[in-house]
């Protein structure tokens, strides 16, 4: 059954599963020492431009721990939004491994703003207090919207004032670059970001991550970081293979394309109902809506969706390269016959 519970119940999409199948054919030197691995940190350069250093990890919990690891301190601390995936969604990986205090700032639409930032910037020097170091925002948000380069731009004027990183999680930055219209590079590096997780698994891929390092001096030990958190892969070329399928010929823009297209669909047939209200921009492949109570669980059993905010009633709907308008026509049918019943 189809649902819109979350893009990473979709499947793999075909070009990349004969992407792995054509990698499984010969043996190739393990650890990213192939051919495949190669080639595809020079895609990711060509995309982002010098220096940029590309290392290939399983998950994105992996991607954002080892990342902010890299440019942090066990006694500092990383500010985000009270929503990030780092705060909500990843347990405790991020304090675990870092050894950092998340501090969580207040967001419009999940997105951070620089005068809320910067009031929880304070206490530098007091060792009674965890030293900020580093500001982590979601692309696209976890309320499904969209940085522009600009907002990014203001945030990393901020760091940079105050001596701190800018990081960017990445899951569903294809799904930005495609509401944006513009490179990959316009809102991450050439905006200011310092460490990238770019994501693969939200948008066609079978697993892996990318962590994007734009200053080699960040990226120094992350080999040895990569190691010590159990996200090296031996046979790395099964990762690279799915990349370099997802970054030629426009795969990625392609998926996130048709998905962000059934979001805008699907907020568009939800409007209709009188008593569903889109909470959220549909920048995106992510639908907020608030649906009247009695209909939420019944709704569940024909195409599942998560609740988001059990108070409001609202529910959060994704959309992925495999959803069709017929997905779509069925959710609305059922929630028609629902609101009549």
């Known amino acids: 059954m189809r649902c819109f519970a979350s893009d990473n119940y979709s499947g793999v999409h075909p070009e990349i599963m004969e992407a792995i199948v054509r990698a499984n054919h010969e043996h190739a030197p393990s650890y990213g020492n192939d051919e495949i691995t190669k080639r595809v940190i020079g895609l990711f350069k060509d995309l982002f431009g ?24 066990s006694f500092n601390s990383v500010l985000c939004s009270e929503w990030a995936h ?21 967001s419009v639409h999940g997105k951070i703003l620089p005068e809320a930032v910067r009031e929880k910037i304070h206490r530098i020097g007091d060792p009674h207090h965890p030293q900020a170091k580093v500001i982590s925002i979601s692309q696209l948000t976890e309320y499904g919207t969209v940085y522009t380069p600009d907002e990014v731009k203001a945030l990393s004027a901020l760091a940079k004032e105050h001596g701190l990183w800018l990081h960017m999680d990445g899951a569903r930055i294809s799904n930005a670059a495609a509401s944006l219209n513009v490179s990959f590079r316009t809102f991450t590096r050439d905006a200011g970001v310092d460490v990238l997780s770019f994501g693969g698994t939200k948008n066609g891929m079978m697993f892996g991550e990318a962590v994007l390092i734009f200053n080699p001096e960040l990226a120094r030990y992350f080999h040895f970081i990569r ?28 998926n996130a394309i048709h998905a962000n297209n059934m979001a805008q669909k699907l907020a568009a047939g939800l409007q209709q109902f009188p008593g569903v209200k889109i909470t959220q921009p549909v920048d995106g492949n992510g639908v907020f809506a608030v649906l009247p109570q009695h209909v939420i669980q019944p709704l569940q059993q024909e195409v599942f969706f998560y609740v988001w905010n059990e108070k409001l009633n609202e529910v959060r709907m994704m959309c992925s390269f495999d959803t069709t308008e017929e997905d779509i026509n069925r959710l609305l049918q059922k929630l028609q016959s629902l609101l009549n019943a």
Not at 87 to 105: N, R
Not at 228 to 250: C, N, P, T, V, Y
Request: some cysteine; hydrophobic content about 40%.
């Open 227 to 254: 190691k010590q958190g159990m996200q090296l892969h031996s046979k790395m070329r099964f990762i690279s293979a799915q990349f370099e399928a997802l970054l030629s010929k426009d795969l990625w823009k392609r």
């Open 50 to 73: 010098e220096p940029c250093e590309v290392f290939f990890v399983y998950n994105g919990t992996g991607a954002n721990t080892l990342g902010l690891s890299a440019i942090t301190r």
């Open 86 to 106: 780092i705060h909500v969604d990843e347990s405790t990986a991020p304090e675990l491994f870092t050894g950092c205090k998340l501090i969580s700032v207040p």
